[in-house]
């Protein structure tokens, strides 16, 4: 609703999920569900939280600080780190965002930052108001029973009246589903690049992260192959597009477009390309995949929330 209810009463979307992407709209979503949610009348029960919170990302973050204004019995449940989407930008990432209005922290201008930064002012903010978040605790289920809530994580049981789903799109990392990706040399986000120095990496994939993530592994003096089943990158920002293709043409990254990842090994990596029976063996010890994300749509309709899909409206001309 505009409320942002869901068609179950006392279930709150905000955020990306609901179709909020950038940061500063994120936060004012947040702000707003707990704010419609305390404007709400449900029948009593004896639930352990007036509101659980599902989700640590921008909005999550606002959503428990509004709740901790206003003196709510709160959780906050995170299943990856603080920050949610933000914490998988490769590092050196920069967040446009206009001028945003934290509850509890007032007016935050941040024309352009860095994910650490924004990492750091949520730290801040949270500490000063001495709210915990629950990461690493993933929600599995949450069933309605009665005039309650049972939200049922890998850790725990709770109870709560009302619920605030600031998930994000993404879900989970999409998989290639091939023969050695289960090893542990195979991740789908790069965390401290820093640390990694003189390393054959191979990452998949044509999109933003996968440009930006490959470049900052390049930086540190890597051996990068980029594969990319398409024939040209085609949805990169113009930023992002101008630098790869200065990267390609120094030789600091070597690109196979058209190309599968058909197994992943200890070492190297099996590469098929489109319409070609030849393969290719790369010497290779770190894999990095990004493929985009699996949509929480089944978990949320094992909640039995109604999602309604829509890719753009045809405008009728006068």
């Given at each position: 609703?505009?409320?942002?209810e869901?068609?179950?009463p006392?279930?709150?979307v905000?955020g990306?999920?609901?179709?909020?992407?950038?940061i500063?709209n994120?936060?004012?979503?947040?702000?707003?569900?707990?704010?419609?949610?305390?404007?709400?009348?449900?029948?009593?029960?004896?639930?352990?939280?007036?509101?659980?919170?599902?989700?640590?990302?921008p909005?999550?973050?606002?959503?428990?600080?509004?709740?901790?204004k206003?003196?709510?019995?709160?959780?906050?449940?995170?299943?990856?780190s603080?920050?949610?989407?933000v914490?998988?930008f490769?590092?050196?990432?920069?967040?446009?965002t206009?001028?945003?209005?934290l509850?509890?922290?007032?007016?935050?201008?941040?024309?352009?930052t860095?994910?650490s930064e924004l990492?750091?002012?949520w730290?801040?903010?949270?500490?000063?108001n001495?709210i915990?978040?629950n990461?690493?605790?993933?929600?599995?289920?949450?069933?309605?029973?009665?005039?309650?809530?049972?939200?049922k994580?890998?850790?725990?049981?709770?109870?709560?009246?009302?619920?605030?789903?600031?998930?994000?799109r993404?879900g989970s990392?999409?998989?290639?589903?091939?023969?050695?990706?289960?090893?542990?040399n195979?991740f789908?986000r790069?965390?401290e690049?820093?640390?990694?120095?003189?390393t054959?990496?191979?990452?998949?994939?044509?999109?933003?992260?996968?440009?930006?993530?490959a470049?900052?592994?390049?930086?540190?003096?890597?051996?990068v192959?980029?594969?990319?089943?398409?024939e040209?990158?085609?949805?990169?920002?113009?930023?992002?597009?101008e630098?790869i293709?200065?990267?390609?043409?120094?030789?600091?990254?070597?690109?196979?477009?058209?190309?599968n990842?058909?197994?992943?090994?200890k070492?190297?990596?099996?590469?098929t390309?489109?319409?070609?029976?030849?393969?290719?063996r790369?010497k290779?010890s770190?894999?990095?995949?990004?493929?985009?994300?699996?949509?929480?749509t089944?978990?949320?309709e094992?909640?039995g929330?109604?999602?309604?899909?829509?890719?753009?409206?045809?405008?009728?001309?006068?």
């Amino acid at each position: 609703s505009q409320e942002f209810e869901t068609n179950i009463p006392g279930i709150f979307v905000a955020g990306e999920l609901g179709g909020m992407g950038l940061i500063k709209n994120a936060v004012e979503q947040g702000k707003q569900a707990v704010e419609y949610y305390l404007k709400k009348t449900y029948p009593k029960s004896n639930a352990k939280y007036d509101l659980i919170i599902v989700g640590a990302g921008p909005a999550g973050i606002s959503a428990s600080v509004t709740a901790a204004k206003n003196n709510l019995k709160f959780l906050t449940l995170e299943q990856d780190s603080l920050g949610g989407t933000v914490f998988s930008f490769p590092r050196a990432k920069i967040v446009m965002t206009s001028p945003m209005d934290l509850p509890l922290w007032g007016k935050v201008k941040l024309v352009e930052t860095s994910k650490s930064e924004l990492l750091d002012l949520w730290n801040n903010v949270l500490t000063k108001n001495k709210i915990t978040i629950n990461v690493q605790e993933k929600v599995l289920e949450i069933i309605k029973q009665d005039n309650l809530f049972i939200v049922k994580t890998d850790q725990e049981h709770y109870t709560s009246n009302g619920i605030i789903l600031a998930i994000g799109r993404r879900g989970s990392p999409r998989k290639l589903g091939v023969p050695g990706e289960e090893r542990e040399n195979v991740f789908y986000r790069v965390l401290e690049p820093e640390l990694i120095h003189d390393t054959d990496i191979l990452v998949v994939g044509g999109g933003d992260s996968a440009v930006e993530s490959a470049m900052l592994l390049a930086d540190e003096k890597n051996r990068v192959t980029l594969s990319y089943r398409g024939e040209t990158f085609s949805r990169l920002k113009p930023k992002n597009l101008e630098r790869i293709n200065e990267y390609i043409k120094k030789k600091k990254i070597k690109t196979l477009f058209n190309s599968n990842v058909k197994e992943i090994f200890k070492d190297e990596v099996c590469i098929t390309f489109n319409n070609n029976p030849d393969e290719l063996r790369l010497k290779n010890s770190l894999t990095y995949v990004f493929a985009g994300g699996i949509l929480p749509t089944s978990f949320l309709e094992g909640i039995g929330i109604k999602i309604t899909k829509k890719f753009g409206d045809a405008l009728l001309k006068h």
